[in-house]
């Protein structure tokens, strides 16, 4: 089936239970062309034109769940969202970008997700489209914590964002040179009119992180009136600060035993995430 309106995907979802929306098809089709999916029948998503692109509302962007990673990737985009602009820019080959699309990210939930350590940070929630024409909203961060799963017939119609106007950055760490899936990624927002700093670390988990404590301490330091630079080791006490909150050392045991050190490899990993919460508050802040 491809629906031209969401509508007509929900309703052609709700005709065939058994069936499985497709958007960009390159995580699905991976699922397929591996054995471990086999949907009875796909709907596809691809012709509905109201999710590909997007609108603005209350200070607010609506984007549309089929808007694709290169589309994001344009500069009249990165003006708008920087930080979503460069993860779409950062996830996958040219031709996953073409074809993936924001929603499927989202639905996907990898650890890997790169869109995803941006939505958390800038706090985004999922406009949901159900049956007879019912919209519903959800913080993304409760779909990918599974608190609020996709029911039964329901496709992702749109991410609302908030339009902070503000500087913002999105950093990657993969194993290899060239396009590749994260080790770790690290979303930084400053969020000037609530005088906040929003930071979200990506892949070292199974949804983003993020550490409150770090961004409450962080944001307190900053001169928000003024020039908003702040020195060399405050910055590197933040990325410390965010790395431990996220890869913590071990408890110690029950008996007050000493408690096991961290694998080089977990050091490794903290390393990496104190390096790109540092780099991304101080682009932020440049
Ligand atoms: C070679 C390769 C490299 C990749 N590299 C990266 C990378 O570096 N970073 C990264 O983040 N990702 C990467 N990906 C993963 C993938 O490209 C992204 O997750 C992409 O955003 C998925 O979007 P899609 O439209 O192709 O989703 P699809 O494959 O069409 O769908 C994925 C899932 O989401 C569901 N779905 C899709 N849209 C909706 C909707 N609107 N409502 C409800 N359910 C929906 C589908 O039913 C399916 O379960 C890579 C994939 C490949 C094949």
Same mark, same amino acid.
């Given at each position: 089936m491809l629906p031209n309106t969401l509508d007509d995907a929900v309703s052609a979802l709700a005709a065939m239970p058994a069936a499985v929306p497709v958007a960009g098809g390159t995580d699905l089709m991976a699922g397929v062309n591996s054995g471990e999916l086999r949907p009875a029948a796909l709907v596809g998503l691809?012709?509905?034109?109201?999710?590909r692109g997007w609108e603005y509302l209350d200070g607010h962007a609506l984007l549309g769940a089929g808007l694709t990673h290169a589309r994001m990737g344009r500069p009249d985009f990165a003006a708008l969202i920087p930080a979503l602009a460069a993860s779409a820019r950062a996830a996958g080959p040219p031709q996953v970008r073409n074809a993936g699309t924001l929603g499927g990210n989202i639905v996907s939930?990898?650890?890997? /997700?790169?869109t995803l350590p941006v939505l958390a940070a800038l706090e985004a929630t999922l406009v949901i489209a159900g049956p007879d024409g019912a919209r519903r909203e959800t913080p993304v961060s409760h779909l990918l914590a599974g608190m609020d799963m996709l029911r039964? /017939?329901?496709?992702?119609g749109y991410v609302r964002a908030p339009l902070l106007h503000a500087p913002q950055t999105f950093l990657k760490a993969t194993g290899r040179t060239g396009p590749g899936r994260a080790l770790a990624s690290a979303a930084v927002v400053l969020d000037p009119a609530r005088r906040s700093v929003r930071c979200a670390i990506g892949a070292v988990a199974p949804m983003p992180l993020r550490p409150l404590e770090a961004e409450r301490w962080v944001a307190s330091l900053i001169d928000w009136d003024g020039q908003r630079g702040l020195a060399p080791e405050a910055l590197a006490a933040f990325g410390e600060y965010v790395a431990m909150a996220c890869i913590p050392d071990p408890a110690p045991g029950e008996d007050g035993a000493q408690p096991p050190e961290l694998p080089p490899a977990a050091l490794h990993l903290r390393r990496t995430v104190s390096v790109l919460a540092r780099r991304g508050l101080g682009r932020s802040l440049a």
């Open positions: 691809g012709r509905i034109s109201e999710i939930a990898a650890l890997t /997700g790169d039964p /017939g329901e496709i992702v």
